[in-house]
Structures are given as C-alpha cells and as structure tokens.
C-alpha cells in the first residue's frame, strides 16, 4: 500500500543558465518516510530540492506541498508554508557571524516558537543529541566538516518540522564520519517521523537509510520503487549507474589485492 | 550585424541590471515598514558602519583640512586676505570635501565589507538558508544596513567637516600665525545655512548610493570565490563612481 503523498510534482520545467535542467518532472514524496533522489551530477538534483521549498520557482508546472502550489503564491504564503520545513546545506550554511549553540537557538528565537529560557533548555538537549555537547560556544570556523553538518541537522531538527530536506548531506566526510550522519539522521527520523528528502551520491548505503529511492536522469525521475525494490530494477540505466560505484569499489580492492 | 547585436545585448543587460537594482531598492525599503522591525540587526549595523569608521573618518579630516589651510594660505596670501583662511576651509570642508571625502572613506572601509559579507553569505548558501526558516533575507541583512548608512553617513560627514575645520585652524593659526579671531569670525560670517542644508542633503543621499550599491553586488553575487573578489571591486569602484557623479548633478541644483 502506497503512503498518503505529502508533496506532489507535476510537470516541472526548469531552465537555469540557458540550459534546461528539468524538463517535465513529475514525482511524489511519500509523507513520513524518507525518499532518496540519485542521479549523476549535474543533472539538477539539488536545483529539484530548491523547488519544493520555494527556493526556486518553476518555469511551468506546480509544486505542490500539502495540495498548495507554490509556484502560484506570494512570498507571505510561501513563509508560511516553510515554516512545515526545514534543510539541512551541503555546506551546512551556519551562519558565521554567530556561534553554534545561537546557530541551532536562531529558529527558534526568530520564528518565537518558544521562550529564552526554554531556548537555554531544548538547544542544549539538542546538541546532545547530535553529540556535539559543549560544544555551543565554539563559532563554524573552529568545527570539522562533519561537526559543521551535526550542528546544521541539530538547528534543522530544532523547531520540529514536518518536512525535513538533505542536500547531500555527507559530501565531502570521511566514510566514517558519513556513516556516522547517515545513523544520525535515521536515528533521528525514529524519533521525530519527519518526511526526509535526501539527495546523496552515496551509493549502495542509501539504499538502507531510505525508504524510496528516485532516479533523475536527462532532467526526469527515471524510476521511482521501494529501496529493495529499487535495487532489483532491471532498467539499464538504473543497473548502470547505482552499479558503477560496486565497479570502482572492486577495481580499489583488486589493485590492492595486486600491490600486496 | 554581429558588433551590433554584441552592442545590442551589452546596452540590454544594463538597463536590466539599472532595473533589478531599482527593484532591490525599492524592495529592501519596503521590508522597513513590514514587522519585525529589526532593531537589533540596525543598532549592529549602525556600530559597524558608524562607530567603527570615525577613526579614519578623523584622521582623513584632520589632514584634509591641515592640507587645505597649507594651500588657502598660500593663494590667499597673494591678495593679502589670509584672513579668509577660516571661511575657505570650513565652505571647502562643509559644501564639498566634508560629504564626497567621508563618503569615500566609509565605501572603501563599510562598503566593502558589506559585499564581501552579503557575498560570502550568498555562496555558503547562508541567504537560501534564512530564506528556507521563512525569514526575508532582504528584510534581515540589507534594510538593516541602508537604514544604518543613511543614519551615519551624515553623522560621520558632520565629524569630517568639525575635526577638518578644526585641522585647518592649527595650520593656520598655530604654525602660519593668522590670528585666531579672524580664522573664527571669517567662518561665521561666510557660512551659511544653505550651505550647511546642501551638505547634509549630499551626505544622506551617498549614504543611500554607498549602501545600495555595496549590498546589491555581495546579494547577486557569482557562486565563485573569483565572483566574490570581482563584486567587492565592482562594488567600491561603481559606488565611488557614482558618488562623484552624483556630487556634480547635486552641486550644480543646489548652487
């Protein structure tokens, strides 16, 4: 049985820089579960992400979140349904000018969500749970690149929304450390039941964070299946792309295998 | 037909850029009359671009007007009337120098770290990320920074022409030896309210240009480093410009 469809795709078209990036998408994202978009770079994955928070409006086609268009509504309307959001950056986008522990607080004491002193209760809390405690006086300059992702999951997490976007949210970390935010969201979406969507590279270990996964691919959603299902899928473009990471992987270890 | 469709398309690109940097304007002033009103945000800025340049502001206005004393006494001793030293420098200081110099001094200090900051903010995804917590990234970082530089930039041009005119009288009457009642008397006899009116009315509106050319280029700026470097140029380069060319079209209504 399919899940209720918290935000809908219909048709989107987009051109950025002369160059058409989606061309007629369509795509639904399941409510309370985590859906994966993949595809090769470049082809417009994060430029998809901006489109359902309003970031990017589309040429033509709607965005629908909760039956709303967002392409149709003024930017007053459009707050208030970002206010059912948050998203995590790429590059984490703290703010620099201010250190972790008002970083994670500045949701809250913006949109008044709660008092100062609950602020002084629930950042800490929070920071404990992405593991980053003690850690609140310390400014982004000073925190790791994985530090930097913990403390942008810990002010997206803050103010409890519906909806929470990832735009690759382990680029540029160790595997370790990968593995370490990958737990942490799932972790997390235990806990709090957000709808996440994810769009990462790391393949094959979305396919056991996610419960969807969805492929874009020439500015379309390839193929859009169950994680399990996903993998079995026997399009050639589907097969080639989530294989070729397994290749390299085999490749790394057989030149291993061959210098030993 | 290629060179015309090049001239064509470069003449077309900036009556659209003159046209979104009017809509930036008019847009960041609206955001002043929406709630919140960000307090905090204006304090701060005020403090960065007010507080935080008085001390070049003083030390350009001390040696302009001890340089202007220097030159005055040298032209002025020619007709036997050093005695106007007093009113040349304070009508030089309070009509011209005072308001183009200080502006000048705040593009190169505030202006640019006002693009380099929006900039640095845009590239680092921090604006998106304002944008997605339903916050007006307009409303927060740059309304905040027109209102604090068209709040001190008259207040750092009043400091300009007091210190030069005051940097002028220890040239003139302590190392050339006019006399000091003559330096005083031939400022209160020359200036007058219209030209005190004019100066304020230049220094608010380069407060305006200084701002709104500054914030505009870090907010559209390219998601490069290279973009970044290339809009602080831009910026203090187009400000400065404009700031000159402004100067003239307002001197030549007012006089």
Redesign the interface.
């Known amino acids: 049985m399919r899940p209720s469809i918290i935000i809908q795709l219909k048709g989107v078209d987009k051109t950025l820089g002369g160059q058409a990036v989606l061309r007629g998408l369509d795509l639904g994202i399941p409510k309370g579960d985590i859906t994966t978009i993949i595809g090769p770079s470049g082809e417009g994955k994060s430029v998809l992400l901006?489109h359902i928070?309003g970031?990017i409006r589309p040429d033509r086609g709607q965005v629908l979140v909760d039956g709303v268009d967002l392409a149709q509504i003024h930017?007053r309307e459009l707050?208030?349904i970002?206010?059912k959001?948050?998203?995590l950056?790429?590059?984490a986008?703290?703010?620099?000018s201010m250190n972790v522990f008002d970083n994670v607080a500045?949701?809250l004491r913006?949109?008044r969500l709660v008092s100062e002193s609950d602020v002084k209760k629930f950042v800490p809390e929070m920071l404990e749970r992405v593991g980053l405690e003690d850690m609140g006086h310390k400014f982004p300059a000073e925190l790791s690149g994985g530090m930097k992702k913990r403390a942008g999951l810990a002010r997206a997490l803050v103010v409890g929304p519906e909806i929470i976007?990832f735009d690759e949210p382990t680029t540029g970390l160790d595997p370790l450390m990968a593995y370490a935010i990958h737990e942490l969201i799932l972790s997390m979406h235990k806990t709090f039941g957000f709808t996440g969507i994810m769009v990462s590279h790391e393949i094959p270990e979305i396919f056991s964070i996610s419960d969807w996964v969805a492929m874009l691919k020439n500015g379309k959603i390839l193929a859009v299946e169950r994680s399990d299902k996903f993998q079995r899928l026997s399009d050639p473009l589907v097969r080639e792309f989530i294989s070729v990471p397994h290749a390299v992987e085999a490749e790394k270890s057989e030149k291993v295998e061959v210098t030993r | 037909m290629n060179v015309i469709q090049a001239i064509g398309a470069r003449v077309i690109a900036r009556i659209e850029e003159m046209g979104a940097m009017l809509l930036f304007l008019l847009r960041s002033f609206g955001w002043l009359f929406r709630p919140p009103l960000r307090l905090f945000q204006i304090i701060k800025q005020l403090h960065f671009v007010g507080f935080k340049s008085t001390f070049v502001v003083i030390l350009t206005a001390l040696f302009t007007g001890m340089v202007l004393a220097l030159q005055g006494y040298y032209s002025l001793r020619k007709f036997g009337s050093e005695g106007l030293l007093g009113s040349a420098v304070a009508l030089s200081m309070i009509r011209e120098l005072g308001p183009v110099l200080a502006s000048l001094m705040v593009t190169a200090r505030a202006g640019s770290a006002m693009t380099a900051e929006i900039g640095i903010m845009r590239i680092t995804e921090q604006i998106d990320a304002l944008e997605t917590m339903a916050i007006n990234s307009l409303q927060y970082l740059i309304t905040p920074k027109m209102v604090a530089s068209l709040i001190s930039v008259p207040l750092l041009v009043a400091l300009f022409d007091v210190v030069g005119i005051g940097g002028g009288y220890v040239v003139g009457v302590k190392l050339l030896g006019i006399s000091g009642g003559s330096y005083w008397s031939s400022i209160e006899s020359a200036v007058e309210w219209k030209d005190i009116y004019g100066g304020i009315l230049k220094s608010i509106s380069f407060g305006l240009i200084i701002s709104w050319v500054c914030c505009y280029k870090g907010y559209f700026t390219k998601m490069s480093a290279e973009g970044l470097g290339k809009a602080t140029t831009e910026s203090v380069v187009l400000a400065s410009v404009l700031i000159l060319v402004w100067d003239y079209f307002l001197t030549s209504v007012l006089l």
């Open positions: 901006k928070i970031l930017d707050n208030e970002r206010k959001f948050s998203m950056f790429q590059s986008a703290l703010f620099d500045f949701p913006e949109k976007l």
